[in-house]
């Protein structure tokens, strides 16, 4: 009984997971080919690492309905990460 709620649980799980669609990073040059509208600019906040920026760009990028992402700047100041991304669909 327990493997099959198990089993249960993990598809449940995978059918959630491929059902979320997040913002994918795009170059700058693929936008003209793509036919990219711009629909906003997000930025981080102080994060400690590369890939929490990336992962705040994506989640606010996603928060606009934008499909995709181009990071337009980062900095990284002491400890702090800093981004910026131009959203498009």
């Known amino acids: 009984?327990?493997?099959?709620?198990?089993i249960v649980v993990s598809l449940v799980i995978g059918a959630l997971s491929f059902s979320?669609?997040?913002a994918e990073e795009v170059q700058k040059d693929k936008i003209k080919e793509m036919n990219l509208t711009k629909i906003g600019t997000v930025s981080t906040s102080d994060t400690s690492?590369?890939?929490?920026?990336?992962?705040?760009?994506?989640k606010k990028a996603d928060a606009l309905g934008g499909k995709y992402y181009v990071i337009t700047s980062g900095d990284k100041i002491g400890k702090d990460v800093r981004a910026t991304a131009d959203v498009y669909k």
Do not use: H, N, Q, S
């Not at 009984?1 to 198990?6: D, E, L, N, P, V």
């Open 1 to 6: 009984m327990k493997r099959t709620a198990g």
């Open 20 to 22: 979320v669609m997040a």
């Open 49 to 58: 690492a590369p890939m929490d920026a990336r992962a705040e760009l994506v």
